[in-house]
């Protein structure tokens, strides 16, 4: 799927992984963020996929001066999904190297969101499943529905929006 453009600046992309790290484990008060999605995905009953959406902020056309100052000192602007990918558990390892991966395989991003899709009968979801979850996600983040999904900068703290 790299390189595979849907609509505009979007494309999804199926990036192999740099090491197989195990999920495997108990939540721990100082894990990651990520590293408590991928222990929490582990733990689940059902095959999981991860979903992630990357998006990058843009300051729309018609700002104003005070939104102008805000985006150019790193706050404020619009979301817009330049990239997409889903995984399973094994493919994931650390954050940075998911961050190393998308920036080899996609355009710069400023933003993460993460969601986790289960699969049914000890089956993972079907391919039209993730992509059906994936095409909704992107839609949720153009449209600033993105409440239910884990949001993350580059540097992997979380991002509050408000």
Do not use: H
């Not at 992984?17 to 999605?37: I, K, T, V, Y």
């Amino acid at each position: 799927m790299l390189g595979r453009r849907v609509r505009r600046r979007l494309i999804c992309i199926n990036i192999g992984s740099e090491g197989s790290g195990d999920a495997r484990g108990m939540l721990s008060p100082s894990s990651s963020l990520f590293d408590q999605l991928l222990q929490a995905a582990a733990a689940q009953p059902e095959p999981q996929r991860l979903l992630f959406v990357f998006a990058e902020a843009e300051l729309p056309g018609d700002a104003d001066a005070a939104q102008r100052a805000r985006f150019e000192a790193g706050q404020g602007g619009a979301l817009t999904p330049v990239a997409c990918v889903e995984k399973s558990l094994p493919e994931l390892s650390t954050y940075a190297a998911l961050v190393a991966e998308s920036r080899r395989a996609s355009l710069p991003w400023r933003v993460m969101f993460a969601a986790g899709l289960s699969g049914a009968n000890g089956q993972p979801p079907s391919a039209e499943r993730i992509e059906s979850a994936l095409q909704a996600m992107v839609e949720g983040v153009r449209s600033g529905a993105f409440g239910g999904y884990l949001a993350l900068d580059i540097e992997g703290r979380p991002v509050r929006f408000g």
